[in-house]
């Protein structure tokens, strides 16, 4: 079973991707800012970390260069899942390590098809 940490601050959002990917079979870990996502990262080794990028103590892109920059959790793929839809944030958010976005709003089945298409042996 595939193993995706889901990082959202906004607790309906969390629940509704949570949901969704635990409906088709995915394993969900959960982290409500940057900071727990680094730290459960380390200690969960999961397949996939579906990211947003406003957040407290740290936001997602700080959070995807903390993780793409330890050694123990560098080879897990970052998708950023966030309403920043301009051109420059999804830059940067490329540039910091995530391998693509996501954009808000999104439909339960758009989410897991993009997941299950990441995540394909």
């Not at 800012?33 to 957040?55: F, R």
């Not at 892109?61 to 301009?86: F, R, W």
């Amino acid at each position: 079973m595939k193993r995706v940490l889901a990082v959202d601050d906004e607790p309906h959002i969390l629940k509704l991707v949570s949901f969704s990917l635990a409906a088709h079979g995915f394993e969900v870990l959960q982290a409500s800012d940057g900071l727990s996502a680094a730290l459960v990262a380390e200690a969960e080794q999961p397949d996939l970390i579906l990211m947003d990028v406003m957040m407290p103590i740290l936001n997602g892109y700080d959070a995807c260069e903390q993780i793409k920059g330890n050694p123990k959790t560098a080879h897990i793929p970052v998708v950023m899942l966030s309403a920043k839809s301009q051109v420059a944030e999804q830059t940067e958010g490329l540039e910091r390590g995530a391998l693509c976005y996501i954009t808000k709003p999104f439909t339960p089945k758009e989410l897991v098809k993009r997941v299950s298409e990441l995540l394909e042996d």
